[in-house]
């Protein structure tokens, strides 16, 4: 079943490296190809790293880079395929995905992301006319409008729209040719058409230019589309290529901020990695409409897409959502290498602009992230990245004049390109979370066009902690130096910084991410900044991680779950009202008994008024200025055992309101000396089991981090290798706790003589077919931590009553 990466788990096992190899994948095909002489087409979506195509025997085609699209014409081999009799008329298409590391290829193999294999996009089977379209290009001239909105004039603004169509021509056939080119609105509205007649072409072609009076302006509040359709009419057939496009204006004012349509718009953005629990690149479509509709919904109107071209899938939701891109080709870190190794980036920069050139949601074409960072070749000649960097720059304005060119992190060609992100990491890599904003000044001051691309902090999901470790004690504060540097990520070594000694933990993020956003509301000089990054993936550079090889610096999990950092977020950028209490996955609080506690409220509405076991703590206005949480923080005392709170929040005279409990834990405890395990079945068939940390007098122990592994024994299985707090066997504490899920079924073969089995989902019961007899199946789970007795629980009881 496509898409599919046969790094779906692997990736994630905390045992082993990920395969890097070749995959196969094989399958026999029915044509029927409409067409007389037709052509058919193998057309992918994106496939790595390198692919070859075979029908039968014979090699259909061969592509290097694992993210643009590329196409593969089987007609004249699936012929001869067809004559062969032991496949009565079915094709056989073979497949082979490589992913191997070769060093002249991009992208590094040192890349802070996994380099997968496999078919990861989806596959289409297409059938085409002899003569048929290949691109469809749209651009927009908005000179005059731009002049006529900014001048104030009264007269109806317009802008001029060129459309430019490519063929697919394999067999160079010179014959008549019939175009026609419709404009439409989002309603299907005819506006503007065009015939005209041909002979075949070579290359790209004008067709036709319209005149669109009084258009109506894309934007990321509204995001209007219209539509363009291309029909072309021969002796062959007739086929048609439908895209959207939209109208839009766009500015980074020297020394200032960015403008859109005129007007000043602060970029809040995030990042994106094709990585998805259980999958690894291979997401669906459905998985990518529920990803991009969260970012959007956290009120986010800019993305980075890191670090290499997505899925068309993407780019549409981003057109449609109303989300500002900068896209990149996977030029990242290792230097520069040879010939081979410098086309790729031109092909693949090629590739993205043509592929996605129609797409109104792009502004910036990125050319390299990193491209500072030494380690592949034995050479580092920043003179001759500076050459070629120049030569991508020149490359991209030439393919597509009306977007801008970008990268992040190489100080030394900074001047070459069009926008500059610096590395600036303070509060994690460098610095206090309070030298924000001088260090962006800093760095502001130094070029034409700056965008904070990349800042956060690695989070433990479900982490808390009653007091962070903000490193305001301990590291140098006020230099304005926060720039990221090599081997900062490292957990050993270097100076003291938070991402070494810190705690990890949700609570220190969502501390960081309220001072960000509440100082970027105050500079007023700042194009935006973008988190780094949307979703926790996966990476083969960071095996001591919590969860080994995997960045965390998800304002959601790997599989979606939003982390308390997506309410956050929401409470400064959302637009519907929304309250959230902090710490809904945190279970227990601790403390002495008369101690004051914070209980924290992170929401957009105007004001909001708290209750503690029924009681009004009182009403609080919001104030972004009032650090933190805008001011929506109460003092208080705790009682000992459950203690519930909920929130009363009103906006422009609509009421929204959050509750949650916990347990008050005021038992002081000792080292950590035990693992308790408990199992609770659920009602999708899984059993949820947990380790919780005991000193030796049983008292829990809720700041306990100790790594735990899980382990099996018996039918079942584990559902590991998911990159999530509870998909992996070898994962941190997390508050003490840690968790992971079985699936009692999982494993079991499906039928075994006249018994048949189900997994999870399936029958109320099942049993195990076994020498001598027939016994429920059963399934012993253990979690091991290093200097303790390895804890055990067994599944019998609950697996039974399946």
Not at 93 to 109: F, G, K, Q, Y
Not at 156 to 171: A, E, F, M, T, W
Not at 213 to 233: A, G, K, M
Not at 618 to 638: E, I, V, Y
Request: glycine content about 8%; proline content about 4%; charged content about 25%.
């Amino acid at each position: 079943m496509l898409p599919h990466s046969y790094n779906a788990l692997d990736t994630m096992d905390p045992d082993s490296k990920y395969y890097q190899g070749q995959g196969w994948y094989r399958t026999k095909l029915e044509l029927n190809n409409p067409y007389p002489n037709g052509r058919t087409l193998l057309h992918f979506e994106g496939a790595g790293q390198r692919s070859k195509v075979f029908v039968y025997t014979q090699q259909a085609g061969e592509h290097l880079g694992g993210y643009d699209e590329f196409t593969v014409d089987i007609t004249e081999a699936s012929a001869q395929a067809q004559q062969i009799d032991r496949y009565e008329g079915k094709v056989p298409v073979a497949i082979m995905c490589d992913n191997s590391r070769e060093l002249e290829t991009i992208p590094s193999d040192v890349s802070d992301f996994n380099l997968y294999g496999g078919v990861y996009r989806y596959l289409n089977l297409v059938y085409v006319p002899a003569i048929s379209l290949g691109q469809v290009h749209i651009e927009t001239d908005t000179a005059d409008l731009q002049e006529a909105i900014q001048s104030g004039s009264a007269n109806k603004p317009s802008c001029r729209v060129k459309v430019r169509v490519g063929l697919y021509n394999p067999q160079s056939l010179n014959e008549s040719i019939q175009l026609t080119i419709r404009l439409t609105d989002p309603e299907g509205h005819v506006f503007a058409e065009a015939r005209t007649d041909s002979l075949s072409w070579d290359g790209d072609k004008e067709l036709a230019v319209f005149e669109l009076e009084d258009p109506q302006l894309w934007s990321t509040d509204l995001p209007f589309l219209y539509q363009c359709s291309v029909t072309l009419s021969s002796g062959h057939g007739e086929t048609s290529v439908e895209e959207k496009f939209g109208v839009r204006f766009f500015e980074f004012r020297k020394q200032g901020p960015f403008h859109l349509n005129g007007e000043r718009l602060l970029l809040r953005g995030t990042h994106r990695h094709e990585d998805h629990a259980g999958v690894g690149p291979a997401m669906t479509e459905e998985m990518i409409r529920e990803e991009m509709q969260l970012i959007k919904s956290m009120g986010a109107n800019f993305i980075r897409l890191g670090h290499y071209q997505q899925s068309r899938i993407v780019l549409d939701l981003c057109d449609e959502l109303g989300i500002l891109v900068w896209e990149e080709i996977p030029w990242c870190r290792g230097g520069l290498g040879g010939e081979a190794y410098r086309q790729q980036c031109r092909d693949m920069l090629r590739a993205m602009i043509a592929q996605h050139y129609n797409h109104t949601s792009v502004i910036l074409w990125g050319l390299g992230n990193e491209n500072d960072w030494e380690c592949d070749f034995d050479y580092f000649d920043q003179e001759e990245i500076r050459r070629f960097m120049k030569e991508l720059h020149d490359l991209s304005h030439q393919l597509d004049a009306g977007r801008l060119t970008a990268i992040r992190r190489c100080e030394f060609c900074k001047d070459i390109i069009d926008v500059y992100s610096p590395s600036i990491w303070a509060g994690w890599y460098r610095g206090i979370y309070t030298d924000y904003e001088e260090s962006c000044r800093t760095a502001f001051e130094n070029v034409d066009s700056f965008f904070h691309m990349e800042w956060g902090a690695d989070n433990l999901p479900t982490r808390h902690v009653e007091k962070t470790f903000t490193g305001f004690e301990f590291i140098p504060r006020g230099d304005g130096s926060t720039e990221e540097r090599d081997g900062d990520y490292l957990l050993t070594g270097g100076e003291p910084r938070v991402s070494r000694d810190g705690d990890w933990s949700e609570t220190y993020f969502c501390e960081m991410i309220d001072w960000y956003l509440k100082s970027q509301e105050q500079m007023e000089w700042l194009t935006g900044a973008a988190q780094w990054s949307f979703k926790d993936f996966a990476t083969p550079v960071r095996p001591d991680s919590p969860i080994p090889y995997l960045n965390m610096k998800g304002i959601v999990e790997r599989d979606l779950t939003k982390k308390e950092a997506f309410y956050v977020f929401q409470s400064y950028w959302a637009k519907e009202p929304m309250a959230r209490i902090y710490g809904h996955s945190m279970p227990v609080r601790w403390g002495t008994a008369d101690e004051l506690k914070d209980i924290k409220v992170y929401s957009n509405c105007t004001q909001a008024e708290l209750f503690l076991n029924g009681v009004s703590l009182g009403m609080k206005m919001r104030d972004s200025q009032n650090f933190p949480c805008a001011g929506l923080q109460w003092h208080t005392a705790l009682i000992p055992g459950i203690n519930r709170v909920r929130v009363v929040a009103e906006k422009e005279g609509r009421i929204v309101e959050d509750e949650l409990s916990f347990h008050y834990q005021t038992e002081t405890w000792e080292e950590p000396a035990q693992l308790k395990l408990t199992a609770v079945q659920k009602t999708d068939g899984r059993i949820y089991v947990e380790a919780r940390m005991l000193d030796k007098n049983g008292v829990f122990c809720p700041d306990a981090a100790n790594f735990v592994r899980f382990g099996l024994s018996g039918d079942g299985r584990l559902l590991d290798g998911l990159g999530t707090i509870h998909g992996s066997r070898l994962v941190q504490l997390a508050t003490g706790r840690a968790g992971i899920y079985v699936d009692p079924q999982g494993g079991l073969p499906a039928t075994i003589g006249d018994a048949e089995f189900f997994s999870a989902g399936g029958p109320a019961s099942a049993t195990t077919v076994v020498a001598g007899g027939i016994h429920p199946p059963v399934s012993v789970v253990s979690a091991r931590c290093e200097g303790m007795a390895t804890a055990f629980i067994t599944l019998n009881e609950m697996m039974e009553e399946r």
